[in-house]
């Protein structure tokens, strides 16, 4: 036991530590993310995913917004007429139990001319008898708002609204509030974490009149964006303002009190408000320090059945499909913006929220979180905690290592239990991090991951790129390996010019001297500025940057890498001829894109290699690099991700096996670096290849003659005027794009 006196130690302050966290001494943020994804990921895995026959959702759809020549009412929002109409159909013809409105109506509804109407009457046609007379007639059925309240008059119609949580002097205060569900003082004296609100948007005070109730369509949302709970009751000014969903409830089961649910005081701390559930007639709702209630959400969209608005306008709809239901009316239409994050879907209709809330109220399975859960997963953390910190460092890694599957198979399997038919939220998270962490420490970290994961990423990629790039990744083994993946990155390739003359100048072991004497230093520059080399192709030089190790400054590095190759063959040719060996030239392709990058190859031999259209356009552009003149060509991929670095355009060219031209450009050096002299031809060759584009052939060759004078050894400059001599007696035609096409690699 005393050799493993540390290993116990460092267990027990790791169980101490999860301690602290479970009874609210300081946060873990990350244990309280972690609980998160682990109740979501509880509720997908439970949810019954079956369809309530009880909740119909009236969907005010994009079918329902369509114009009416194509069976839809329009844009929103509807006249009330319409809304009335829709009244008469769910209650006379459908014969619904309730109706409720996701909606808020807190405009007035002037489509039908009425403000106009009145306007005229009171000025311009005061003294008109006939229109006086006429308006007074046909007013009533312009008061479409008027209208609308007659027909929800008498009828089970809830009524929606919402709280805004602005600051009080930015809050708006719109509409008719609704009576609060409990008035001020129902909770004095109790320390209830109420989510209070500083203004609200609230319907017209005629049709809040003869609503039969009204509910608040707050959700609270999550830290991360997520909603998973509702406000049942929320604050404002004193007053507590029932959901829709449970205004709803109370309205179908008759309008029973409301009852606030407090547990016996004994053994509770004196800050705890105690409210821990709502009672409505014979339901029971858990509530939690906020007051608010889970979602039991039944599963993805589509839990409820929905009906187009449109289709019950016209009674399209059968009535056995409303006969009798809870009737939510409500929008997924994009445009109309109630579509919420939630555990099950991350774009969620917000008015199926208030229909699993309603159909988890009916039901009595709302997800329950009382004060005494700290206390249970307390007792759970000592327990496990203590009894591995004591065990796990007794036992070999096999044994330690089954050990502690069996508990957390046990801690996961009696969570999932409660959750599930005891609707109890046992929070297990801690409990998960906490079992894990103390076998990580147990297994000896150090030895099993990071020295391992050292020699492992040596053996892999120490033929591909240099010692201290090995070194670093070392440092974080897990996050590299060989598995194909897509990557932004930069390839470069480099081919010696006229090199079948040259080996055949040479015999043989002078040709392996000559390679490896002008082959080893232009490594030397790729790995100085961390590339990758991925293969050697007679005199071929293959390089990448971006993989394994990423590098945000992939272009940049392999455009310098391109420049000192050239400087580097600059300082070895003297040395070659001395040797008596030919001078050596060398063209280099650089592009950037995206790449596939792995091990790719046959099960006999495997290869880290990269792959897609970015390598091969990069291929094919040291391929022309001669036909320019250039000593490096790069597409426009590499160019647009490097700042600091002149470039002049070269041509569009559609390359061997691509059809789409791209832009290629020479890299002249780096700005602030490039002499007045070298600019200003770029320039001058800038605008010849304009004239050279619009075909004003003329101009083009002017234009290059004194190029040509000021660079005579400028082969790109005599290319063009041989291309411009080309053109003039063979016209491309007025449909031509500028584009140079080459036919061969």
Avoid at 39 to 48: A, G, I, K, N, S
Avoid at 67 to 87: C, M, S, V
Avoid at 147 to 171: C, D, N
Wanted: one cysteine or more; hydrophobic letters at 45%.
């Amino acid at each position: 036991m005393k050799k493993h006196i540390v290993r116990i130690g460092l267990g027990v302050a790791v169980v101490l530590l999860f301690l602290g966290h479970a009874i609210k001494l300081y946060d873990l943020p990350l244990i309280q993310r972690l609980e998160a994804i682990v109740y979501d990921t509880r509720l997908t895995l439970t949810m019954p995913r079956t369809v309530d026959p009880r909740i119909v959702i009236l969907d005010i759809d994009e079918k329902s917004l369509a114009e009416k020549e194509q069976g839809g009412e329009g844009h929103w929002p509807w006249p009330r007429d319409r809304l009335a109409l829709l009244l008469d159909k769910l209650f006379d013809h459908y014969g619904v139990a309730i109706v409720g409105f996701d909606i808020v109506f807190a405009e007035r509804d002037e489509s039908s001319g009425i403000r106009v109407l009145e306007r005229l009457g009171a000025q311009e046609l005061r003294d008109v008898p006939q229109f006086q007379s006429a308006f007074g007639r046909i007013r009533p059925q312009l008061a479409y708002d008027d209208i609308f309240a007659a027909k929800m008059k008498g009828r089970p119609v809830v009524l929606g609204y919402t709280f805004s949580g602005e600051e009080e002097a930015r809050a708006p205060k719109k509409g008719l509030l609704p009576a609060p569900t409990l008035p001020a003082g129902t909770f004095a004296g109790r320390n209830i974490g109420f989510v209070g609100f500083n203004g609200y948007t609230a319907n017209l005070p005629e049709l809040q009149k003869v609503a039969a109730s009204a509910g608040h369509f707050n959700p609270f949302t999550d830290d991360d964006g997520i909603v998973r709970r509702v406000p049942l009751l929320a604050e404002y000014r004193g007053g507590y303002y029932e959901a829709l969903a449970l205004a709803m409830v109370r309205v179908l089961l008759g309008s029973p009190r409301l009852q606030p649910g407090f547990p016996g005081d004994a053994g509770l701390s004196k800050g705890y408000g105690g409210l821990e559930w709502l009672e409505v007639g014979p339901l029971r709702i858990p509530v939690d320090e906020n007051v608010t209630s889970l979602v039991s959400y039944r599963g993805r969209k589509g839990s409820f059945k929905y009906l187009s608005v449109v289709d019950v306008l016209n009674a399209r709809a059968e009535v056995a499909d409303l006969k009798g239901k809870i009737v939510l009316v409500g929008t997924t239409a994009p445009g109309l913006l109630d579509l919420r994050a939630t555990p099950v879907d991350p774009v969620y209709p917000g008015v199926e929220i208030h229909a699993n809330l309603i159909a988890g109220i009916l039901d009595q399975n709302i997800k329950q979180k009382p004060a005494y859960v700290v206390g249970a997963e307390f007792t759970l953390l000592a327990l496990a905690g203590l009894a591995m910190a004591l065990l796990l460092p007794l036992l070999n890694p096999f044994k330690a290592t089954v050990t502690t599957l069996l508990v957390l198979v046990l801690v996961l399997a009696m969570n999932v239990v409660v959750f599930h038919y005891g609707h109890l939220v046992l929070p297990l998270a801690a409990a998960l991090t906490m079992i894990l962490l103390l076998f990580a420490l147990n297994m000896s970290y150090g030895f099993f991951i990071e020295a391992r994961g050292k020699r492992q990423i040596t053996g892999l990629f120490g033929q591909y790129v240099p010692p201290e790039l090995v070194d670093e990744m070392a440092k974080d083994p897990e996050k590299f390996s060989m598995e194909g993946e897509s990557r932004e990155m930069t390839v470069l390739f480099t081919d010696v010019r006229g090199f079948t003359t040259i080996s055949e100048g040479l015999d043989p072991k002078e040709l392996s001297n000559l390679m490896n004497s002008f082959l080893t230093p232009l490594t030397e520059v790729i790995y100085k500025h961390r590339g990758t080399i991925d293969k050697y192709m007679g005199d071929c030089i293959m390089a990448f940057w971006g993989a394994p190790l990423l590098d945000p400054n992939h272009a940049r590095n392999g455009i310098v890498a391109g420049l000192e190759m050239h400087q580097a063959l600059r300082a070895l040719n003297p040395q070659f001829q001395a040797r008596g060996w030919p001078h050596i030239r060398i063209g280099v392709g650089l592009n950037s894109g995206r790449m596939s990058v792995g091990n790719m190859g046959s099960r006999i031999r495997l290869a880290y290699t990269v792959m897609g259209d970015a390598v091969n356009l990069a291929s094919r552009l040291e391929g022309i690099t001669k036909q320019y003149g250039a000593d490096i060509i790069v597409g426009e991929g590499t160019k647009d991700l490097v700042s600091d670095v002149v470039f002049r355009e070269l041509d569009r060219v559609r390359v061997k096996g691509k059809d789409e031209p791209v832009a290629i450009f020479e890299p002249l050096g780096f700005t602030g670096q490039v002499d007045k002299a070298k600019l200003d031809e770029m320039k001058l060759f800038h605008q010849a290849l304009k004239f050279y584009r619009n075909q004003e052939w003329d101009m083009a060759e002017l234009q290059l003659l004194n190029l040509q004078k000021m660079a005579p050894d400028c082969y790109l400059y005599k290319a063009y005027l041989e291309r411009v001599a080309f053109f003039r007696s063979n016209p491309p035609g007025a449909d031509w794009d500028g584009v140079f096409k080459f036919e061969t690699k």
